[in-house]
């Protein structure tokens, strides 16, 4: 623990006689100190530790999905490799990169760091708005390329090394009780004859897939999907903006922490 004078934030030892008679201006006395810890222990380590914390809890979901749910993959034919493991765990470690970058640079309180996690940061929640922004004002354009793209996909399904997606669609399908993007007639281009996967069935059974329509269920999973997505967009609303806020605390801490060691540093000089 050391003192701190609260007008230039320098420790007590850089003024040039005794901490308790002279400090940076007249006005200055022992009540502008502050106790603080030595290496940079406060609020802003603390947040930016935080945010190391948050990548590695965000990297272990995903080698956990990877490992338990590994024949889970994405419906995307386009972006086989798109899977939610793979996105946790890219986005885990670098969030966990940028977190420890952060959280060292304000426990050396080092000034290279500290800017270039701000850097970073700021880079990121700049991609994350423009993309926000994007999927609103692309809306149509985005679902019909994302009904195309998953069509496509069905031509996938049951296929040597496409485990991961077939898998897919059998749980969605079954889950969400739908059939086909559009509707089950989709399957009839896939099969090129009046069939579709047994989880399509209303009452799952082998082979059931080749009985009457009557059996299957009616319902499109592309529409299904999205109108769960719009009952839950209030989840998903609190979500991204308590994830924005942690962003901006991590910006306003990193950026005033640099600017601390940035006076002190002049002070020294």
């Given at each position: 623990?050391?003192?701190?004078?609260?007008?230039?934030?320098?420790?007590?030892?850089?003024?040039?006689?005794?901490?308790?008679?002279?400090?940076?201006?007249?006005?200055?006395?022992?009540?502008?100190?502050?106790?603080?810890?030595?290496?940079?222990?406060?609020?802003?380590?603390?947040?930016?530790?935080?945010?190391?914390?948050?990548?590695?809890?965000?990297?272990?979901?995903?080698?956990?999905?990877?490992?338990?749910?590994?024949?889970?993959?994405?419906?995307?034919?386009?972006?086989?490799?798109?899977?939610?493991?793979?996105?946790?765990?890219?986005?885990?470690?670098?969030?966990?990169?940028?977190?420890?970058?952060?959280?060292?640079?304000?426990?050396?309180?080092?000034?290279?760091?500290?800017?270039?996690?701000?850097?970073?940061?700021?880079?990121?929640?700049?991609?994350e708005l423009t993309v926000v922004i994007l999927f609103f004002v692309y809306t149509d354009k985005i679902d019909k390329y994302a009904q195309r793209?998953?069509?496509?996909?069905?031509?996938?399904?049951?296929?040597?090394?496409?485990?991961?997606?077939?898998?897919?669609?059998?749980?969605?399908?079954?889950?969400?009780?739908?059939?086909?993007?559009?509707?089950?007639?989709?399957?009839?281009?896939?099969?090129?004859?009046?069939?579709?996967?047994?989880?399509?069935?209303?009452?799952?059974?082998?082979?059931?897939?080749?009985?009457?329509?009557?059996?299957?269920?009616?319902?499109?999973?592309?529409?299904?999907?999205?109108?769960?997505?719009?009952?839950?967009?209030?989840?998903?609303?609190?979500?991204?903006?308590?994830?924005?806020?942690?962003q901006i605390l991590g910006l306003t801490f990193a950026m005033t922490m640099y600017c601390q060691v940035v006076k002190a540093d002049t002070y020294c000089a």
């Amino acid at each position: 623990m050391y003192y701190i004078c609260t007008d230039c934030f320098l420790p007590a030892a850089y003024h040039m006689e005794s901490w308790s008679k002279v400090f940076c201006y007249h006005e200055t006395d022992a009540s502008g100190l502050l106790i603080r810890p030595q290496g940079g222990s406060g609020p802003a380590a603390k947040e930016l530790s935080s945010q190391m914390l948050g990548g590695c809890g965000i990297l272990g979901v995903g080698i956990w999905l990877a490992v338990t749910q590994g024949n889970f993959a994405t419906l995307s034919s386009s972006f086989p490799s798109l899977s939610a493991a793979n996105l946790l765990i890219v986005t885990g470690t670098f969030v966990m990169i940028i977190g420890f970058v952060g959280c060292i640079g304000a426990i050396k309180e080092n000034k290279c760091l500290l800017l270039s996690f701000f850097i970073m940061l700021l880079i990121i929640f700049l991609l994350e708005l423009t993309v926000v922004i994007l999927f609103f004002v692309y809306t149509d354009k985005i679902d019909k390329y994302a009904q195309r793209d998953l069509k496509k996909g069905l031509h996938l399904y049951g296929t040597d090394g496409n485990i991961g997606l077939t898998n897919a669609w059998s749980i969605i399908q079954t889950d969400f009780r739908c059939c086909g993007v559009s509707n089950y007639t989709d399957w009839f281009e896939v099969y090129n004859t009046t069939r579709v996967p047994d989880s399509c069935c209303l009452e799952f059974s082998e082979n059931c897939g080749l009985h009457s329509p009557g059996t299957w269920w009616k319902a499109p999973c592309y529409e299904t999907v999205k109108i769960w997505l719009q009952e839950n967009l209030l989840a998903v609303g609190i979500f991204g903006l308590c994830t924005a806020l942690v962003q901006i605390l991590g910006l306003t801490f990193a950026m005033t922490m640099y600017c601390q060691v940035v006076k002190a540093d002049t002070y020294c000089a």
